[in-house]
């Protein structure tokens, strides 16, 4: 009876082509990976551009989302998809675990006033973090299945294609969402003139799934190195006391200084304290993986540092939502007054 197979199956059993199969697999789980950020990256940048176009107030920044270059996002996903496969699928669990503790005690702690836009900013730090969720969900996932490969080339398939969607979706509203929204023949545009505030809350609930999918398959794949309860607590305790101080030193620190400067010394002390942590109870290429994550976080930073200004803009008095209706282009800003404006 035929049966698929993955491609190194009919391969004899040399350890140079597992290792070449373990790199393969890799490389597909960070390609993944990268294809999610990209989808977040996209669909965040389509909502804030609905409303810097629904406010003429922020003419400028909605001309920095337009000018941003195809080539530049190539790049961009390539460079990322290459730090996802070299990372090591150990400090990708403690990079999603750390990332995730530290967004709970965010969540927790959120003034009613600014909870949309903290949630916000957190959806743009996250990206590394996503990345790695995946990785290590997928990584889990796949483990000593027959067809891991196939499995993975089939989930990189799908990846790419909502990717590509995602990525159209943007450009279309980047050239076109002014024009079909003010004369009302456009579905897309259309739909997102009624409900673009609904965006977010659909991204909230994704995220909150993959993140608990990636936090159980980090424990899981932390914990199957420990032959002992003993070697276990070992690792855990320091674990969870490193991530408790950094969790309460890092909000504090950015509720002091918001901004990318904040958000950059925020990473570096989050990867010394992981570094020094990994020196005790790590293993040597563990600490490779922390620099690498380092590369990670920032090359991520560098990709939304224009969404993560749009987050800070203070224009308003009251907080203004998108609104239902587009309001014309040709129409001049009040005068100013010390208004927020939220999306």
Same mark, same amino acid.
């Given at each position: 009876? !035929?049966?698929?197979?993955?491609?190194?199956?009919?391969?004899?059993?040399?350890?140079?082509?597992?290792?070449?199969?373990?790199?393969?697999?890799?490389? +597909?789980?960070?390609?993944?990976?990268?294809?999610?950020?990209?989808?977040?990256?996209?669909?965040?940048?389509?909502?804030?551009?609905?409303?810097?176009?629904?406010?003429?107030?922020?003419?400028?920044?909605?001309?920095?989302?337009?000018?941003?270059?195809?080539?530049?996002?190539?790049?961009?996903?390539?460079?990322?998809?290459?730090?996802?496969?070299?990372?090591?699928?150990?400090?990708?669990?403690?990079?999603?675990?750390?990332?995730?503790?530290?967004?709970?005690?965010?969540?927790?702690?959120?003034?009613?006033?600014?909870?949309?836009?903290?949630?916000?900013?957190?959806?743009?730090?996250?990206?590394?973090?996503?990345?790695?969720?995946?990785?290590?969900?997928?990584? !889990?996932?796949?483990?000593?299945?027959?067809?891991?490969?196939?499995?993975?080339?089939?989930?990189?398939?799908?990846?790419?294609?909502?990717?590509?969607?995602?990525?159209?979706?943007?450009?279309?509203?980047?050239?076109?969402?002014?024009?079909?929204?003010?004369?009302?023949?456009?579905?897309?545009?259309?739909?997102?003139?009624?409900?673009?505030?609904? +965006?977010?809350?659909?991204?909230?609930?994704?995220?909150?799934?993959?993140?608990?999918?990636?936090?159980?398959?980090?424990?899981?794949?932390?914990?199957?190195? !420990?032959?002992?309860?003993?070697?276990?607590?070992?690792?855990?305790?320091?674990?969870?006391?490193?991530?408790?101080?950094?969790?309460?030193?890092?909000?504090?620190?950015?509720?002091?200084?918001?901004?990318?400067?904040?958000?950059?010394?925020?990473?570096?002390?989050?990867?010394?304290?992981?570094?020094?942590?990994?020196?005790?109870?790590?293993?040597?290429?563990?600490?490779?993986?922390?620099?690498?994550?380092?590369?990670?976080?920032?090359?991520?930073?560098?990709?939304?540092?224009?969404?993560?200004?749009?987050?800070?803009?203070?224009?308003?008095?009251?907080?203004?939502?998108?609104?239902?209706?587009?309001?014309?282009?040709?129409?001049?800003?009040?005068?100013?007054?010390?208004?927020r404006v939220t999306f």
């Open positions: 009876m !035929f049966s698929l197979l993955s491609p190194t199956s009919w391969l004899p059993s040399l350890p140079s082509l597992d290792w070449g199969s373990g790199l393969l697999d890799a490389l +597909l789980q960070g390609l993944v990976g990268a294809c999610a950020v990209s989808i977040l990256n996209n669909l965040l940048m389509v909502y804030f551009f609905v409303g810097c176009a629904n406010h003429p107030e922020l003419r400028l920044e909605k001309q920095r989302l337009q000018a941003r270059w195809a080539s530049l996002e190539t790049v961009h996903l390539a460079g990322l998809a290459l730090i996802l496969t070299v990372v090591g699928v150990r400090v990708a669990a403690l990079v999603v675990l750390e990332f995730s503790l530290r967004a709970v005690s965010m969540l927790l702690s959120l003034d009613k006033g600014s909870r949309d836009t903290e949630k916000l900013q957190l959806y743009l730090l996250c990206q590394y973090s996503l990345g790695c969720g995946l990785t290590c969900g997928l990584s !889990f996932l796949q483990e000593g299945a027959p067809h891991g490969t196939l499995n993975l080339m089939l989930g990189l398939g799908l990846a790419e294609l909502l990717s590509t969607g995602a990525r159209r979706l943007r450009h279309h509203i980047c050239q076109h969402y002014e024009l079909h929204g003010s004369q009302r023949y456009c579905g897309i545009c259309l739909s997102l003139l009624a409900g673009a505030h609904h +965006l977010p809350w659909l991204l909230g609930r994704t995220l909150a799934v993959t993140f608990i999918v990636g936090n159980l398959a980090a424990v899981a794949l932390i914990n199957r190195d !420990f032959l002992t309860t003993s070697e276990a607590v070992r690792f855990w305790t320091p674990l969870t006391i490193c991530y408790t101080l950094l969790v309460i030193y890092m909000q504090e620190e950015q509720r002091q200084r918001p901004g990318l400067k904040s958000h950059v010394q925020t990473v570096l002390v989050r990867m010394c304290g992981l570094f020094v942590l990994l020196l005790t109870v790590g293993r040597w290429l563990d600490l490779l993986g922390i620099l690498i994550s380092l590369l990670g976080e920032l090359w991520c930073l560098v990709g939304v540092r224009t969404l993560l200004d749009l987050c800070q803009i203070q224009v308003g008095t009251p907080a203004l939502k998108v609104p239902r209706t587009l309001k014309p282009c040709s129409r001049q800003p009040q005068e100013p007054h010390q208004v």
